[in-house]
């Protein structure tokens, strides 16, 4: 079991910063992918980032690619989600969500379906 907790949305403006993190506990994190995915008004929940076990690999949203950074520090069983840049259509909720698969897969996954441990989120406002 992997229970997550995100902070660190808040009101920006276009162009602005700000770097969510995500503070996971339970016994098993450190052997689970982790990811940040967002979700604006009205529309489907959808993949930003994703990190492997160990971190040494990453994947991007199309749309992020470039300016968002996803790390993850395993002495304090924590993901970060650095953005920069930030325009209107980054507003959204904000998710922290582990991969069901543990031990990691072969790929990084930007399947909703293959993470299975959600935090509440966070909302990220951009303003123009």
């Known amino acids: 079991q992997v229970q997550l907790v995100e902070s660190g949305g808040g009101l920006v403006q276009d162009g602005g910063s700000l770097k969510l993190s995500c503070a996971a506990s339970?016994?098993?994190?450190?052997?689970?992918?982790m990811g940040w995915f967002r979700q604006a008004p009205g529309k489907e929940r959808e993949f930003v980032a994703g990190?492997?076990?160990?971190?040494?690999?990453?994947i991007y949203a199309d749309s992020v690619k470039g300016r968002f950074t996803i790390s993850r520090d395993h002495a304090t069983n924590a993901v970060y989600l650095e953005m920069n840049s930030l325009k209107p259509e980054d507003t959204a909720v904000y998710y922290c969500?582990?991969?069901?698969?543990?031990?990691?897969?072969?790929?990084?996954?930007?399947?909703?379906?293959?993470?299975?441990?959600w935090g509440q989120g966070t909302q990220v406002t951009v303003s123009s």
């Open positions: 969500a582990a991969d069901r698969a543990y031990g990691g897969r072969l790929y990084l996954s930007d399947t909703l379906d293959d993470y299975t441990y």
């Open positions: 339970g016994s098993t994190f450190a052997s689970h992918a």
């Open positions: 990190i492997s076990v160990n971190g040494d690999s990453t």
